[in-house]
C-alpha cells in the first residue's frame, strides 16, 4: 500500500509532501535564489530572462510572472520558498496571502481583524458542496 | 551544574518583527500585540538567563531543497541574520553557546536522536522575532543562543511526541553541563494561521485555547495529537505547534504559568504566549 | 509489491578503487582480494536487483563541518561521483530512486527517526568503490542506488542498536512500497582498521571473524555492542562497522549466508564481506 | 557530570569528538577545501600564502607544511579531511598513515602484508608502560 494522505480531503490546502517537493523542487530554488538582493535585481529587471536561465518549465515561469500563487501551488510551489518573491515585490505576508484567496487585500485584512477564517464548514471538502 | 528554570512559547510573525524594526508599535492595530509581552519583557529582564534554547522552524532561509533535517542543532560560536528578501533585520547577530550546544547533542545522539549538527547558517524571522518580542531592541542580545532548527516546511514533520522525547532528552543533558547557567527553552511558531490557498487566513481560536491550556496542564497527552488534526484544525501552517512540545517536554511535569496570552491577528497568524517557570 | 531479496556486507577502501581504475587487479598484493568477489559478481548479474540501498558514510566529502547529520538518505534524480582530492573515479554517475527514497525517508520519519533529506550531493569512495567490488566496471552502473549516509566521522556516531532498529523501520517501508521492485541492502565500511595517530594499521581478526559471524547468526545481540568496544579492539575507524546494523536490520531474523570472505590487508584495512539472502 | 569520554585511554588514538572538532574547525575547513582542483593548485604553489589566507594558527600551519599528522591530529585535525591532503600529495592512505607510526613506510607495509599491528598490548595506554 502507498503511503498514506490523510490530508488530500482538508479543502483550499496543498500539504507540501514529496509529491510537490519533486514537482517544484526547481521552482522553489528560483525562488530561494531571492534571497540575494543581486538576484532580486535580477530577477525584477527581466523576470523572463530570468526564470528561463533558471531551467524551470514554461508553465511554471507564466504562472511566477502573472503572480498566480494558487498556480504555482499547484506547480509545487511552497509558501515559505514563494514568499521570499512576496518579500521581493515589497509585498506584505497579508498581501500575499490574500491573493490566493479570490478576496481583495482590504477585505481579507479586514476578516483577520476580525477573528480570521472560521474552521467550520472549512475541515473537509465534502463540508464544501 | 546548569538547569532549566523556565519555558517560554510564542509565535514568531515576520511583520511582528517589522513593527518593530520601522516603529509601529503604537499603532492601532499593534498596540494590543506588544501589550501582551509587557509582562514578559520585564519578567526576563529580572531573570536574566545565560542561555536560551530557541527551538524554532527554518522557513526555506538556511535550509533549501537540497539538505532538509529534521533536528538541526546549531553548536557554532554565532549565527547572522539572514535576508529573507527583504535585507536581512536590523537586529544584533545571534551569540551562540557551542559548550553546551555540544553537550546537548553528543548527549541526545546518545539517547537516539538522530540530530544534524550545524555549525555554520544564518538565522530568520523564526529565531529573531521571539528575540526581539521578548528583550526589544538592544545593541546585542543579552544571553547566548543555541538555535534548534525542526522541520516543518516540508511533510512529514517530527510528530509531537518525538518532539516532546527530544525536550526531556534535551533536559537531561542541561542537568548533567557542569557549568553553573540559567537555561531556558523557547518553543515558537504556530498558533493557528494557514498561509497558503484559498483556505488563508484560517484562525481557530478554541483549538489554540484549548492547545494553551493543555501544554501547560496535560503536555504528555497534547503531544499525541497526530499531524492531520493540526492541519485541519488549526490550518496548514498550524503545524508549526510540534515545535512547542520541544520547550514543554524539558520543563517539569508540573510547572507554574506566570503569563498567558492570546491575540488575533498579527497579518495571518494568531498570536499565543506563555511563560512557564519549572517550580521544584 | 516492493521487497528486500538480499542484504551485501562490503568494506570500502579508496585504495580498492584505485587498483580497479588504474589495471593493477591482477597484481600479486591486490589479486586475492578481488578473488574473493568473483562469487559475488556471479551472483549479482544473476540476482538483477532494480535498487539498492547502500548504507555507507561520507569520509569529510559532501559533508564538511557545517553540517553533519546523523542519518541522511540522498532523495535526488542522481549523485555525482566527487573529486576526494586526486580527481573523481572514472566510474559512472550513480542514479537514484526518488520514488522509493522519499517513501522510505516519509515512512521512517514517522516512525521517529530524524532523517536528513538530501536532494543533491556528490558521493565518495564510501558509496563507489562497493559498486565497483560488485558491479567491476560497466558503462552504466546495471540498477538503481538509494544512498543513505550515517555519520561516523564526528564523535557520536548513531549506536549500533539505532542502526539496527533503523534498518529494520526500512525493511517495514520497502514493504509498503506498490511498484514490484528487487530491493537490495548493503552495509559498507570497516572492518578492523586504524588511519591515524601512532596506532594506525591496527588489525583485529579475531573481532572481526567474531562479528562476521554474530552479523549473519546472532544480529540483535551484536548490535548492543557500545561503540567503545569498536574503538578500542577494532581500531578507531572500525567503528564505521556500525553501518552493517542497518543492512542487517533490514533482513530476516534468520537468513542464507551465500557468501563470507575475509583479507588482510587493502591498504590500512582488513576487508570483510558477505552475501546475505533474505529466505522466507 | 561532564560528558563521559571512555575512549582517552585508547593508545595512539584520538577520537574526534566535539572538543577535537572545534579546536580544529578552520585546519579541517582548509583541508576540504582541498576537493577543488584549483585549490590543489593553488595550495602547492605556495602553500604558506594560501593557508595564510584561510585564517588558521601558525602552529597548525607549520604542522601541515610540515606533513606532521601527528601534530595536526592534536591541533583538531581528523583523517577523514587531511586525507584530501595525502591525495592532494599524491601519496597511498598506507604511506600517509605509515607517517604517523614512526615506521619507514616499506616497514609499515610488510607489517600490514603480514596481519596488521595486533590489538595486544594497544587496547588500553597502560599496558603501553
Ligand atoms: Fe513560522
Ligand atoms: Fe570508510
Redesign the interface.
Known sequence: MALDKPYTDIPGTTIFDSSQARKGYKLNQFFYSLMKAENRERFLSDERAYLEERNIGEEQIQAVMDRDYNRVISLGGNVYFFGKLFFTDEQSFEVGASSMTGMAPGEYREMMISGGRSVEGNRYTEEQD | MARITAGVATSH???IGAAVDLGKTKED?WAPLFKGYEFSKQWIAKENPDVVILVYND???AF?????????VG?GESFGI??????ARPVPEVIGH?DLA??I???V??E??????????EVDHGLSVPLTLMFDQPDAWPCRVIPLAVNV????P??G??CYRLGQAIRRAVD???EDLDVQIWGTGGM?H????????????D?DADFLERIVNDPEALAAMP??EY???AG??GIELVMWHIMRGALNEKVKELHRFYH??A??T?VGHLVLENTE
Chains 1, 4 share one sequence.
Open positions: 510573525v515576520p511583520a492595530y522557513h526555506a532561509t533549501d531543497m537540497k539538505v532538509i533535517p529534521t533536528f538541526a553548536c539572514a535576508d529573507e528578501g527583504w535585507g557551542p555540544w553537550h547533542s553528543q548527549s545522539i546518545q537516539d536522536f538522530d540530530l544534524t549538527i550545524i555549525n555554520e547558517m516546511v516540508l511533510y512529514p517530527p510528530s511526541m518525538r548533567t553541563f557542569d493557528s494557514q498561509l497558503q490557498g484559498p483556505r488563508a487566513g484560517l484562525i481557530n481560536k483549538f499531524h492531520i492541519m485541519r484544525n496548514a501552517e488575533v491577528p497579518s495571518n494568531a
